[in-house]
């Protein structure tokens, strides 16, 4: 097999899950019944594999789970997942019929939708067909304008086999605390979707399942957490990059996580290059002094984020080696020069860990300016996944 995998551990995926739960139900609230974890598994669940990572939360007490599209929900059916299973994006016209079939939850982000889901909802045969309603409370990307919330109750009215079960709406900047008016965003999309849900209860509507806290705000903003919170990256153990950054420590140290991914390749080359010879495309890398550079069998096709390239380093035998040149489809090289005993064969940690050594993704997605979520997405499917038990 080619020798490159990325080693998933369920229990750690598992213990965030829990403690999780546990840091959103404190001892000290009292409350009629604890609040829901709705677990994001979209996008093959942040690269770590959707079925089986929805399938160990299931089986850990996940109460819902979040993907981006039907063929997302259906292919966790499919593998057995039998928890709600919400449709963040919604459906387009002509998915409706199959997430009645596969009992799917859709997010309505427009009125109009409203009628589409009707039609198929009044030749199901099901008594009630039930949906959450997004609204935008400031983010300008998908919902309802809380102005519209009036439209939407008329149109409601009209449909006699919907039910609403849930309202939501999505943070732009939870993770922002700075005295700007982006660190003051969070808190008025709070006022404008709490006023928009209780817009809806004087117009005789139950909301449902309030829910609007991710990751950053499950973390840092308790106000948010109402009846249900929707962990992301910090399900698979990474936190957010709050802002400022002096404040990550202590922010960090409220809720510990286990890094669940840890991607790796082996060495299928050494090569002793002279000083003054380029290395790889281009030439962008050239020594100065004599350098022993061994190549690694992944590249950009893999998931090894192109923008490493000469500015990136891996975890091998115990110690950090830069990535040299330009990241290529297929393979990587790296500047062994100061690591003893290097051979054929060796492992190389992309980022994760490797025994008591770390590398973790959130600082290597860091030093090229992107979000850890980019890196764990993009392990391609051409690199199998691991399961540790």
Request: proline share 7%; charged share 20%; aromatic share 6%.
């Amino acid at each position: 097999m080619r020798p490159v995998w990325a080693d998933i551990s369920l229990p750690a995926i598992v213990h965030n899950f829990k403690a999780i739960r546990a840091y959103v139900n404190p001892p000290s609230e009292k409350r009629a019944a604890p609040r829901k974890v709705l677990s994001i598994v979209k996008g093959n669940a942040y690269g770590h594999g959707g079925p089986p990572v929805a399938k160990a939360l299931e089986k850990a007490g996940c109460d819902w789970f979040g993907v981006t599209c039907t063929e997302e929900g259906i292919g966790l059916r499919l593998a057995g997942v039998r928890k709600p299973i919400l449709i963040l994006t919604s459906f387009v016209p002509g998915e409706e019929k199959r997430l009645l079939q596969h009992n799917l939850t859709p997010v309505i982000h427009r009125c109009e939708q409203l009628s589409q889901l009707e039609r198929v909802a009044a030749r199901s045969g099901k008594r009630k067909v039930s949906f959450h309603l997004k609204i935008d409370s400031g983010m300008n990307r998908l919902g309802i304008s809380a102005n519209d919330v009036d439209c939407f109750a008329r149109q409601l009215a009209k449909a006699k086999h919907l039910e609403i079960g849930g309202v939501l709406t999505h943070f732009a900047s939870s993770g922002v605390f700075s005295d700007t008016p982006v660190g003051r965003q969070t808190r008025d999309q709070e006022e404008r979707f709490f006023a928009a849900v209780e817009r809806l209860r004087a117009l005789g509507i139950d909301p449902g399942i309030v829910h609007l806290a991710n990751s950053a705000a499950i973390v840092t903003r308790p106000e948010t957490w109402a009846d249900m919170v929707r962990p992301g990256a910090i399900l698979y153990g990474y936190h957010p990059g709050y802002d400022p950054a002096e404040q990550r420590p202590e922010i960090e140290k409220r809720l510990p996580l286990e890094p669940a991914m840890s991607l790796r390749t082996r060495i299928i080359s050494l090569r002793d290059v002279p000083a003054g010879a380029g290395v790889g495309y281009d030439s962008s890398f050239v020594p100065q002094k004599p350098a022993r550079i061994a190549v690694l069998a992944a590249g950009y096709g893999d998931g090894i984020h192109r923008a490493l390239s000469n500015r990136g380093s891996v975890l091998i035998r115990g110690a950090l080696a830069p990535m040299v040149g330009i990241i290529s489809m297929d393979v990587t090289m790296i500047d062994v020069t100061e690591v003893p005993g290097v051979e054929i064969g060796d492992m190389a940690t992309i980022y994760g860990t490797d025994g008591k050594c770390k590398h973790p993704a959130n600082l290597v997605a860091r030093s090229i300016g992107t979000v850890t979520s980019d890196l764990l997405c993009a392990v391609s499917h051409r690199v199998p996944r691991i399961y540790l038990h």
